[in-house]
């Protein structure tokens, strides 16, 4: 336990929900990014797979839309400390996405439109636990959020859910994003708390 | 851990807190702390704030908005006396940062408590000696809630401040009240040509308003850095 902070007693509004260690909840959807929202328009915006050996898979947005979607209900939760439960997103897993990549890469780095990276190892992007979002609530995928398209891998903390993603590199080698290189933690498990480098 | 030596009241809602943290590593302007409250029973919330100074061996200085339904701060702006612990957490952030060793010109664009690592940053470069050119606009709603006011009033040369009031202005103040328009930005921010870097800080509106206009005006995406504060802080 911490140093007790005299007079403290805190709002336990949880209830039963459990959070991860230190968040809190918000039923906000608050907006975290380094800079200008980028305005990428459908028309414009496409994904690109590229592998190590440089093969590259592309997809236009109507290619895009053509794929499976499906409809996931999942909590989120930001290194900034607000958890948000039961968001519920339209996308594509990423498993239908690299169904065809051939690949022995162990790590992704995704891209977005705007310059923005971040990290991930290859299998947190699998199995269903991850998926491109474009719809957010039943709407259209706001570009404040993200939109037209972002990268939604709510099992770790939401900087890792690249908005505006445009691709993904497939790395034999881990490579450290944005936020990453900025002192934040490579994998960001917000159930053990790793915010930030050394935790 | 930390412990607070001092307190001054920026506004009647919000307080700088001054804290001693022996062993404190030092920080860039512009990077935040993580605060962290334990009541009695082990139960903890935790929540950011900009650090507001310079650095200044083991002291630390955060401003603190009161929000009345918030956890976290009608406890530091009320419960927390000059002597109690804190533990916090920091620093931390290393891309909404400004380095004295950086000569490009700086435009600061405040929306309301967004202004606290912005002052940090006025305070590193007066601390370091810099000539780089800043300039801050800093909008608020009205005149009293104008934080570091008698501070931003003294004269800091290479320092120009532009308050913008969006609900009322002092009497005869030029600029009628209303929101921070292109107007506002290209008039006292630094045009595009000189290639200046611009950090935004506020509320996720303003913060989203701002950094438009700024690209709007030709400033380079890749120079604009911000910083928001989101609508469920405190």
């Given at each position: 336990m911490g140093i007790v902070s005299p007079g403290f007693h805190g709002r336990r509004r949880q209830g039963d929900v459990k959070l991860p260690p230190g968040q809190y909840l918000t039923d906000d959807f608050p907006v975290l990014s380094a800079g200008p929202t980028p305005r990428v328009g459908q028309d414009e915006w496409e994904f690109v797979v590229t592998t190590e050996t440089g093969e590259r898979h592309r997809w236009s947005w109507r290619e895009f839309l053509a794929l499976p979607s499906e409809t996931p209900t999942v909590d989120i939760h930001c290194v900034t400390k607000w958890s948000k439960l039961g968001t519920t997103w339209t996308g594509v897993s990423l498993d239908t996405l690299l169904a065809d990549v051939e690949t022995t890469a162990d790590y992704a780095l995704a891209r977005s439109y705007g310059g923005y990276t971040t990290n991930l190892p290859l299998e947190d992007l699998l199995d269903g636990r991850a998926w491109l979002a474009y719809r957010f609530?039943?709407?259209?995928?706001?570009?404040?959020?993200?939109?037209?398209?972002?990268?939604?891998?709510?099992?770790?903390?939401?900087?890792?859910?690249?908005?505006?993603?445009?691709?993904?590199?497939?790395?034999?080698?881990?490579?450290?994003?944005?936020?990453?290189t900025a002192g934040y933690h490579d994998y960001g498990d917000p159930w053990l708390e790793q915010r930030y480098q050394g935790d | 851990m930390a412990r607070l030596v001092e307190t001054r009241d920026e506004t009647p809602t919000a307080r700088t807190l001054v804290l001693d943290v022996p062993g404190w590593p030092g920080h860039l302007a512009g990077q935040h702390v993580d605060v962290r409250l334990t009541a009695a029973d082990g139960y903890s919330a935790q929540r950011s704030y900009s650090l507001a100074a310079a650095p200044d061996g083991d002291r630390v200085e955060l401003t603190v908005q009161n929000v009345p339904d918030g956890e976290v701060s009608p406890y530091l702006t009320g419960v927390f006396s000059v002597g109690d612990p804190v533990e916090i957490r920091g620093p931390v952030g290393g891309w909404f940062v400004w380095r004295p060793d950086d000569p490009a010109p700086v435009t600061l664009v405040a929306g309301g408590a967004g202004v606290a690592p912005l002052m940090a940053m006025v305070r590193a470069r007066r601390a370091a000696g810099s000539r780089v050119p800043f300039r801050l606009v800093y909008s608020v709603r009205t005149p009293d809630e104008r934080w570091y006011a008698g501070e931003l009033r003294r004269p800091d040369p290479g320092v120009e401040v532009f308050p913008l009031y969006t609900r009322a202005a002092p009497d005869g103040w030029p600029r009628p009240p209303g929101r921070l328009a292109k107007g506002d930005l290209a008039g006292w921010g630094?045009?595009?040509?000189?290639?200046?870097?611009?950090?935004?800080?506020?509320?996720?509106?303003?913060?989203?308003?701002a950094a438009d206009l700024l690209v709007a005006l030709g400033h380079d995406p890749r120079r604009i850095r911000t910083e928001r504060f989101g609508p469920t802080g405190g």
């Open positions: 609530d039943g709407e259209d995928l706001h570009p404040e959020h993200g939109g037209p398209v972002r990268l939604l891998v709510p099992h770790l903390y939401f900087w890792k859910s690249a908005k505006w993603v445009h691709g993904l590199d497939l790395l034999t080698q881990d490579e450290p994003g944005f936020w990453e | 630094w045009p595009p040509e000189f290639d200046p870097a611009c950090f935004v800080c506020g509320p996720t509106g303003f913060v989203e308003a």
